[in-house]
């Protein structure tokens, strides 16, 4: 992820990883494949999952 995030990556990103703190699948991605926002919310959701592994 680049350093600089308008807000809406930044809330992407953030949903992605409160759907994975709710217990949802990565496949429950809300955003289409072919948006930008699609992978920041995957991020997040793997972030979210990556850190509650440690």
Do not use: C, V
Not at 2 to 13: D, L
Not at 14 to 42: I, L, V
């Amino acid at each position: 992820m680049n350093t600089y995030q308008t807000k809406a990556q930044i809330h992407a990103f953030e949903r992605g990883a409160e759907a994975f703190r709710q217990g949802k699948s990565q496949t429950d991605n809300p955003y289409p494949r072919e948006a930008d926002y699609f992978d920041f919310w995957e991020q997040g959701y793997l972030k979210a999952r990556d850190t509650e592994a440690h």
